[in-house]
């Protein structure tokens, strides 16, 4: 009989749990990556990685690096669904008349996608990031 009840009261729990998870909203991309510590190592290794490329680095010479810090965690904490507000400027207003070429875009994305790596990120991952990230390119270039 006592196991007989123990089975029940087993039973029913494994019943809730199933019903809780139902009713949870799928995860967002932030959360399935890890949330905001992960987006700050992401900036960190990102500002890491430009600082070692010469021709990258150029770009951003007369940049205050602690705002583009803040301002770039900000941006990809809300890109992948994450609860933050961003308080930069527009993709189009920060990129114009840097003259960015497709080549140099291409190899920033390059020292993005060595930083989510470095930050733990699986290939899947980085390619969901890239995905959210890519819906702004045509602001960036060649303006
Ligand atoms: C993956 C695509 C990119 C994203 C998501 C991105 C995002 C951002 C964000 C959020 C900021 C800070 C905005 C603010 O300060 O209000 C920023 C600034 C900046 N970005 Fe990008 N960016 C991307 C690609 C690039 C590329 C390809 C270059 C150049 C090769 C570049 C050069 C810069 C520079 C120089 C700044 C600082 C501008 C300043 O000093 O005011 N970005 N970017």
Do not use: W
């Amino acid at each position: 009989m006592v196991s007989f009840i123990k089975a029940s009261v087993l039973i029913f729990c494994l019943f809730l749990v199933a019903c809780a998870n139902q009713n949870k909203a799928p995860e967002s991309l932030y959360d399935d990556v890890g949330g905001q510590p992960v987006m700050i190592k992401i900036t960190d290794n990102f500002i890491q990685e430009i600082s070692f490329n010469r021709t990258i680095y150029q770009y951003f010479a007369k940049t205050n690096i602690d705002r583009f810090r803040e301002k770039f965690i900000e941006y990809l904490c809300v890109s992948t669904g994450g609860p933050c507000q961003y308080t930069g400027d527009t993709m189009l207003k920060v990129h114009q008349g840097q003259k960015i070429t497709e080549a140099d875009f291409n190899t920033t994305v390059d020292l993005l996608v060595a930083a989510m790596k470095d930050a733990g990120l699986t290939y899947p991952q980085q390619n969901r990031v890239l995905e959210v990230l890519a819906k702004t390119r045509r602001e960036m270039l060649y303006q």
